[in-house]
């Protein structure tokens, strides 16, 4: 008798003690006015060194503990070939891992120097909320939920995508009505899901869904035949058809279900980290729009005579050291990773077992959707 | 009066035995207490500090994905509280069907390992010991990956007796769909249930006057099931309609429908909690001393009448505790789906944590959850214990 009374007395005190832990919430919008007193004390009281710096909550905290760390943390995929993939050997490559590489190569001169961490498409929030990963890239899509609720504000676009659909060859499928009554593959914590719900909805497609918790899994059993078909970003598809066991016979449908803007993302709260974040991308594109690659910009530190390019590889202004970095960052970005299409050829050029066509994302002089404000 | 004083003086408080032992239990509570204080408080103002709040509306919002196995009606613009449900519903079906097949399963095993049949022993404990020694996960993966996904394509669908088909969209088996007269039927099997349940009373107080043990519970089942099958003849069509798995276009239909990692990952479950099952029925048969059996045998009871009427209501006292915590273990051990993709409670909260952001309620509302699954199962077993214990005279 004791027991069951025990057992029951516990589940309340567990009930009671979860729900006023999270009843306690709403009385603690207390906490932020608390933590945010203590600066108005703080600011008169150090007026001495005439460059006081504007202390919003955590502006400038990351670079300062990445740069006391010696290392950039980078939250990366290690399952997409071309964007981010771990092989045999435990190298890390991919258009989102160079992009990591970029931002170490902008704060140290050192593109080595970042420790790049697989994160699952359902775990990377949590990962960059709780300070875990310094930037999340991994061929993220851009959202306004996750730019606002979910506490992260995405950089710039570094990859335009659009989600994508593959069947087998022999399923004669070609269309999504020929998809009907069938069974799709998708990964779990993906915009991709969403998008499925959206447009099968909305277009009257009666489909079961077989959602797996990564993309190893999902085209595992993709491969095994468990589904009519595998949908993730149009990229992704391309990179993961390589690795199946039999390419030729899967087929990437002429359907874009939706946008998929991917990019690199970093927490609220700390607007130097986002710009240095953002201009890495910047200067990408501008130096391939300027003409400069890891191949010649040594002889263009002599020759260059253009002031914006001047501005660039930090021979003129200090643009470098208004982000908080070595006027010459940008110098780095280049030289030791390379700009935006050297970085593109190198993961997903002709050259590669993923290619991909560039299509938008080319420099709007050729066409394409990349452009970057000016360095000034 | 100085008499007190000197007692006083002799121990002060701080070296009573009875005070210090009190207090060593306050202080105790007082830093467990402050530990949980300041980790909540630290985790609230944290995330207040990154601008989020703490609270269970965003249950309320739509969801926006689909699930692919679902026993209540849910659709992408159910909430996220429905989908949540529609996971621990999936968790409640998975857990129940292999609460009740590993423990058929485990009873045979146990029994089978005290046979003296040489080769049902050996099989028994050969099965026993692979399964005892094998990861739960990796047994799931074979399950998933090396049988249910290997099965044929829906074309090549294998057709076995009963109409069961094989392939690997799923399992599809025969399924009764209720026609116009299953209402009544309905009807008619509570009044069943209720007339076996007055001649098992009635069977059972006449075996207490007479002294002759009643066979309640067979007469229990006879009642019900004649009730059942008299109410199929008598009603004018037949309550139930047999509705047999077929392959339409791209997947099955018909039937039921057993999709491969609902399969894996109960055929997984089953099979090894089985053989801890079988473990402990058989330390439980073990524990009735040889006496006991010997006493029945002098008694003219027969070897079937020895195990059901002495070795298994003793057995039992010693069976319950341990089987608890297997049930136990089976529920929570559900939450591996994860890694096969059943779309358990566990599997939904991670896509809910991630589609929503709120990890920090949704960790809360997960372990409250498995907490109060688990605490309801001990608290039915422990009642259940309670009942079936020794009572001493």
């Known amino acids: 008798m004791n027991k069951k009374y025990f057992a029951l007395l516990a589940l309340v005190i567990v009930a009671s003690m979860v729900l006023s832990a999270c009843g306690g919430a709403a009385p603690t919008a207390a906490p932020p006015a608390e933590t945010s007193a203590p600066e108005p004390t703080t600011a008169p009281a150090a007026p001495a060194p005439a460059q006081v710096e504007f202390t919003a909550p955590g502006y400038g905290g990351t670079l300062t503990t990445v740069k006391e760390r010696g290392m950039l943390i980078c939250g990366v995929n290690s399952q997409v070939p071309g964007f981010g993939y771990v092989d045999a050997a435990g190298a890390f490559s ?35 909320q709780s300070g875990e990963i ?40 070609t269309d999504l009505a020929g998809l009907d009554g069938g069974t799709i593959c998708v990964q779990t914590g993906t915009t991709t899901e969403l998008n499925l719900a959206d447009v099968f909805a909305a277009q009257g497609i009666a489909y079961t869904p077989a959602v797996f918790d990564n993309a190893d899994n999902t085209f595992a059993a993709y491969a095994e035949g468990r ?100 006027n010459n960052w940008a110098y780095n970005v280049i030289k030791l990773v390379g700009n935006y299409g050297e970085v593109y050829d190198r993961n997903l050029g002709p050259d590669t077992p993923t290619y991909i066509p560039r299509g938008l994302n080319k420099l709007y002089l050729d066409g394409g959707l990349l452009y970057a404000p000016p360095f000034r | 009066m100085s008499d007190n004083n000197s007692q006083s003086a002799a121990t002060p408080f701080w070296r009573d035995e009875r005070y210090l032992q009190i207090l060593g239990q306050v202080v105790f509570v007082l830093l467990v207490g402050l530990f949980f204080y300041s980790i909540a408080r630290n985790m609230i103002t944290g995330l207040a500090r990154q601008g ?20 209540i009606e849910y659709s992408r613009s159910s909430t996220y509280g429905r989908a949540l449900l529609v996971g621990l519903v999936n968790t409640l079906m998975v857990s129940v069907l292999g609460i009740i097949f590993s423990t058929i399963l485990g009873i045979i095993l146990g029994v089978a390992r005290l046979s003296t049949n040489y080769l049902v022993n050996k099989i028994a404990a050969f099965y026993l010991e692979v399964m005892r020694n094998l990861a739960l996960l990796v047994f799931l993966i074979f399950w998933y990956l090396g049988v249910f996904l290997k099965l044929p394509r829906v074309k090549d669908a ?21 026609t116009e007269t299953f209402g009544t039927y309905r009807l008619i099997l509570l009044g069943g249930l209720v007339l076996a349940s007055a001649v098992a009373v009635i069977l059972h107080y006449r075996g207490r006057r007479t002294g002759r043990p009643p066979l309640t519970t067979l007469w229990f089942f ?7 099958a008299i109410g199929w003849i008598v009603l004018p069509s ?31 479950l089953t099979l090894y909690t089985a053989a801890f099952i079988g473990e402990v029925v058989r330390a439980g048969i073990q524990s009735v001393s040889k006496g006991q059996v010997e006493a029945s045998r002098a008694l003219g009871l027969s070897g079937f009448q020895t195990l059901r009427l002495v070795v298994f209501p003793q057995a039992l006292r010693v069976i319950i505790p341990p089987l608890t915590s297997q049930y136990l273990n089976l529920t929570k051990n559900s939450s591996l789906a994860v890694a096969i993709g059943y779309p358990d409670f566990f599997y939904v909260s991670s896509t809910v944590i991630n589609q929503s952001g709120r990890a920090v309620e949704m960790i809360s509302l997960i372990m409250l959850v498995y907490l109060a699954t688990s605490l309801l199962t001990s608290v039915f077993m422990n009642w259940y214990n309670q009942k079936i214990r020794l009572v001493e005279r």
């Open chain 1, 94 to 128: 991919g258009l989102d891992v160079d992009y990591c590489r970029a931002v170490a190569a902008a704060i140290f001169g050192d593109p080595e120097k970042v420790e790049f961490r697989p994160v699952t498409a359902s775990e990377r929030f949590t990962a960059l």
């Open chain 1, 134 to 173: 310094d930037i999340l890239s991994r061929n993220t899509t851009w959202s306004l939920q996750r730019d606002t609720e979910l506490n992260g504000n995405f950089v710039h676009t570094t990859y335009y995508d659009g989600q994508g659909m593959m069947v087998p060859k022999d399923s004669g499928i």
């Open chain 1, 227 to 326: 589904c009519d078909a595998v949908t993730t970003d149009k990229s992704g598809l391309v990179a993961r058809r390589a690795v199946l066991p039999d390419p030729e016979n899967h087929v990437i449908l002429d359907v874009t279900i939706s946008k998929e803007p991917l990019g690199p993302m970093v927490r609220h709260g700390d607007d130097q980290w986002f710009d240095i974040a953002q201009w890495t991308v910047f200067a990408m594109i501008s130096g391939e729009e300027f003409g400069l690659t890891s191949a010649n910009i040594d002889s263009m530190m002599s020759t260059a005579t253009a002031p914006e390019v001047r501005r660039f590889l930090g021979l003129e202004g200090d643009l470098g050291l208004k982000l908080g970095l070595e």
């Open chain 2, 52 to 71: 989020m709040a703490l609270g269970f509306n965003f249950l309320k919002s739509m969801s926006g994905f689909d699930i692919g196995e679902m026993l």
């Open chain 2, 158 to 178: 294998i057709l076995w007796p009963g109409n069961i088909l094989l392939t690997n969209r799923g399992v599809g088996i025969p399924w009764g769909v209720p």
């Open chain 2, 222 to 228: 006879v009642t019900l099931v004649g009730a059942a």
């Open chain 2, 238 to 268: 037949a309550p139930l309609a047999l509705d047999l798995p077929y392959v339409k276009g791209l997947n099955l239909a018909g039937g039921r429908i057993l999709s491969p990692e609902f399969m894996a990952l109960f055929s997984g």
